[in-house]
């Protein structure tokens, strides 16, 4: 992956240094655990604190909390954007610097990978849809192979050199190939399924590159297949229900799904599930051990972390908010999210959809 990055390079992104993004002060939350909870902090602005002139969404974090990736409409975020659409931006939190990712509007969220190193986005290429992946440091890219066809969902594993994505065939009759793409080999292919349809397969891969979970969209079924041993286990929710595939964990140990209003965290090692109900599973921490949902009815917080080992949960948001997968890092130290409510921190006068990261200490 590393040469061929190196092959072609795209517009040179530029870097800003971002000051301390707004604080909110931690407040005292029922159902916290422990009392982790450290504040939340705003991280959708410019160099100079600035907020963002529009729209931020989509953001994931990498495990161990530093780099964070996420979309934006906004032009003021670096001084080299000006043409607005969703483009894709990666906030390093350690050294508080935030560069702009591509050139091109990105179709979904983006996927980063597990170190930080490489950021991955659906782009519209002519007709077809096209994965570009680029190394952070150097802005250097490169696109995944689709062939003639479209390519979507792409999902990196922790090194960022085996990408798990969707290879589309939209002419009839349609079908799609579930694929791992393993740059360590020069872009070798194995096909993790073939299904045929076009409906979301939203494969998930681990941080070594072994496992992958996938759903059949059409027969409301979840797969996880094993790079090592060629073999596929599923559908993990058995045969008397449908399912939905929300993530599998970075350590390939735990499948989250939902099925009619219930989340399941499903073991691959017991081959058992257990049952979260009357919520919506978003995304699961790269341990397996904390589980990000939202509640099925209105009253409560909107984003609520939960220790399955403990059985106790820690409130994410209190205003109206959403996430999506890879929002936990690890041992669930930190939660990205998006909001368009202005009183989560100070200052917050823009009247757009923010990305913001609590802490829990």
């Known amino acids: 992956m590393r040469a061929a990055l190196s092959a072609a390079v795209a517009a040179c992104a530029?870097?800003?240094?971002?000051?301390?993004?707004?604080?909110?002060?931690?407040?005292?939350?029922?159902?916290?655990?422990?009392?982790?909870?450290?504040?939340?902090?705003?991280?959708?602005?410019?160099?100079d604190g600035t907020q963002g002139d529009d729209k931020s969404a989509g953001a994931s974090i990498t495990p161990d909390g530093r780099h964070i990736v996420f979309s934006s409409s906004a032009k003021n975020l670096t001084p080299d954007e000006t043409t607005g659409g969703d483009k894709v931006f990666v906030r390093d939190q350690q050294t508080s610097l935030t560069k702009r990712?591509?050139?091109?509007?990105?179709?979904?969220?983006?996927?980063?990978?597990?170190?930080?190193?490489?950021?991955?986005?659906?782009?519209?290429?002519?007709?077809?849809?096209?994965?570009?992946?680029?190394?952070?440091?150097?802005g250097r890219t490169?696109?995944?192979?689709?062939?003639?066809?479209?390519?979507?969902?792409?999902?990196?594993?922790?090194?960022?050199?085996?990408?798990?994505?969707?290879?589309?065939?939209?002419?009839?009759?349609?079908?799609?190939?579930?694929?791992?793409?393993?740059?360590?080999?020069?872009?070798?292919?194995?096909?993790?399924?073939?299904?045929?349809?076009?409906e979301?397969?939203?494969?998930?891969?681990?941080?070594?590159?072994?496992?992958?979970?996938?759903?059949?969209?059409?027969?409301?079924?979840?797969?996880?297949?094993?790079?090592?041993?060629?073999?596929?286990?599923g559908p993990i929710e058995g045969p008397s229900k449908g399912a939905t595939l929300v993530q599998l964990s970075d350590d390939g140990g735990k499948v989250v799904y939902l099925s009619g209003s219930d989340t399941y965290v499903h073991d691959l090692a017991s081959g058992t599930a257990r049952l979260v109900p009357n919520v919506r599973?978003?995304?699961?921490?790269p341990t397996g051990r904390y589980l990000l949902y939202t509640p099925n009815d209105t009253t409560g917080p909107s984003l609520t972390l939960r220790d399955l080992q403990t059985d106790t949960d820690e409130i994410v948001s209190d205003q109206p908010a959403s996430a999506g997968t890879d929002a936990v890092s690890a041992d669930g130290r930190a939660v990205v999210f998006q909001s368009t409510a202005d009183d989560i921190v100070p200052g917050d006068t823009n009247g757009k959809s923010d990305v913001f990261v609590r802490h829990f200490s």
């Open 14 to 47: 530029v870097t800003a240094v971002l000051p301390a993004a707004a604080l909110a002060e931690p407040t005292a939350m029922a159902g916290v655990a422990g009392g982790r909870d450290t504040g939340v902090e705003r991280i959708s602005v410019a160099a």
């Open 101 to 138: 990712i591509g050139y091109l509007t990105t179709l979904q969220p983006p996927a980063i990978s597990g170190n930080g190193e490489y950021a991955a986005y659906p782009v519209q290429w002519m007709n077809n849809v096209r994965i570009r992946q680029y190394e952070v440091g150097s």
């Open 142 to 198: 490169a696109s995944a192979d689709c062939s003639a066809y479209s390519c979507d969902q792409p999902s990196l594993n922790a090194d960022g050199l085996h990408i798990a994505l969707a290879i589309l065939i939209r002419r009839p009759p349609s079908s799609q190939r579930i694929e791992v793409q393993d740059w360590n080999t020069g872009g070798t292919k194995q096909t993790v399924a073939t299904l045929g349809h076009t």
């Open 200 to 233: 979301p397969s939203r494969p998930s891969i681990s941080g070594d590159g072994r496992y992958v979970a996938y759903q059949d969209g059409k027969t409301q079924d979840v797969f996880v297949w094993d790079r090592t041993s060629g073999t596929t286990t």
């Open 281 to 285: 599973g978003v995304a699961i921490d």
